[in-house]
């Protein structure tokens, strides 16, 4: 095929390869310093840009030169892009060149005629042009499948499954918000009116501890909060009490008579 170089496509005017290179070099640069996510820059990285191409180029631009220059290598990036993805067709990276046969390339040119400015070779800012447009990659979907509304009516038998159930050999898995089905509850543990201490396995019930008539410590346990009376203590008969009532007497359990007397 009678095909011309692809510095004919690319380059009219005052553009080359190397200005195209250092105004994506400064967009890049840009874009990442001012952590830029969209793929319109303002105006102010285009006045950087030409001000980087007039200091190393001599070459003055305006910003609309810069913008339009822009566009252009949007547009090859797009195109290189839809073009590798075609069926037959294989780009060799250590040549630099598409590889693709007579009739892949006529398909491809009958869509696009800007294709043809890869002929020769590839796209030789693809990797940077990446960098600055890779953001509007657009993901193809399968085709979807046709439905054709008919007036008979078919029974249609199908098997319920779980919503959490993945199907195997999908590189993809959709998940959209599906209710979970409705689970039996259950209890864990045995209810029962006795009360049960789950840390200790002492049986239950209130233990105390009692002095016995030979000066030994001893210990005793009572089912119910009503509290007995010491089997060890000696109970006083019937009659007058023993005890006396001044609180100054020996024979008195309150300290505050005797503290007294203490220091007198």
Known sequence: MDIPLQEAYFYSGKWNHEMDTILVDTIMRMKGEMQWVLKVFPCYFHMIAADQIQEKTAVVLTEDDISDRLEVL???FRTFKNMV??????WD????????????????FAKTTFARAYYYKHEPLYSKLACLYGL?????????????ISDTND???YEEHSCYEVGGGKEEVNSPHVAAPRTARCKLFVESDEQAD???TTEPGIYFIDLAPDGQLC????????????PFVKQDQ?????RSPYASSCGSNSPLGWWRHLHN
Do not use: F
Request: a negative charge; hydrophobic letters at 30%; proline letters at 3%.
């Open 74 to 76: 949007h547009c090859r």
């Open 85 to 90: 993805r075609e069926t037959g067709v294989v």
């Open 93 to 108: 990276l250590p040549s630099e060149r598409v590889i693709a046969a007579d009739y892949v390339w006529e398909k491809i």
């Open 136 to 148: 509007d990659e657009v993901k193809i979907e399968q085709e979807k499948e046709v439905i054709v």
């Open 155 to 157: 029974d249609v038998h």
């Open 198 to 200: 789950r840390e200790s």
């Open 219 to 230: 210990t005793r346990i009572e089912k119910s909060r009503v509290l007995t009376k010491n």
């Open 238 to 242: 019937g009659g007058p009490s023993n």
